[in-house]
């Protein structure tokens, strides 16, 4: 359980997301020990935000309803100081998602924006364009890094690229996570479940740790997850590991590296 002093209060997580992935999301939230609603009809975002201690929204799957109901959470979360977390799933491939994560901006800046290495380009570089939801294999961490702090500089925002390494920027403070398993992409969701696991940390702690920490996470539990005997087996695993991986689990495993510099 993650920070478990913390999450006794158990802090509701208003998550609006995918259905591909909501059942994990949902899953990941109560692993660490806060609560998830999945409210997504715009009648009643505002209302449920209100009463939320962070938000996460996730635009894997763009509907008229959740475009509708995003902006109204977003403003909401931003009016009470309820930490968000903004997925931008497949920014890359969608124009129809650029320009929506672009009105999003315009409206409020989330606490993460956070998005795979491509995803993350993609809304650094307006030409950038990629196929599918998944990182392109040849966008090197270097590339993400570069757009991730300029991000983080411009938005004055927290910038989490998830690939290879997991990179977590202030504009401040570089961290690099290189904890995980190829066995996380194995299976749909995870990317998803991390921004669930963002969204949890920030609720008792509102700071870039947090997400560190969220990476951190889910990363080791991913390998102590690991199996031969397929992707279902995998999951499971990983979702009994999320719900009893320890303090101690995570300082014994843990790779991360960091530098401070001044922002671009």
Known sequence: MINKKDMQKKPLIHCITNPISINQCANAVLAVGA???MAEHPKEALETTKTADALMLNIGNITDARMEAMPISLKEATKK?????????????????????????????????????????????????????????SLSSENAEKAAVFLADRYN??????????????????????????????????????????????????S????????????VSGELSETIEGNGTFMQNLLDRLSTVTKVDIEKHLKKEEKKFDAV
Do not use: H, W
Not at 210 to 219: D, E, I, R
């Open 35 to 37: 609560k998830p609603i």
């Open 81 to 137: 100081n309820i930490p968000v977390v903004l997925d931008i799933v497949g920014l890359a491939c969608s124009s129809l998602r650029k320009s929506f994560v672009k009105k999003l901006l315009r409206e409020a800046i989330p606490t993460v924006i956070k998005g795979n290495y491509s995803e993350i380009f993609a809304l650094y570089n307006e030409e950038y364009r990629s196929s599918g939801v998944d990182a392109d294999d």
């Open 157 to 206: 925002t927290i910038i989490l690229a998830t690939g290879q390494k997991d990179i977590i920027t202030d504009g401040k403070r570089l961290v690099y996570i290189n904890n995980g398993t190829g066995l996380l992409s194995s299976v749909t969701g995870t990317g998803c479940m991390l921004g669930a696991l963002c969204a949890s940390c920030l609720a008792t702690d509102n």
């Open 208 to 219: 870039l740790d947090s997400v560190v920490y969220a990476c951190a996470v889910l990363g």
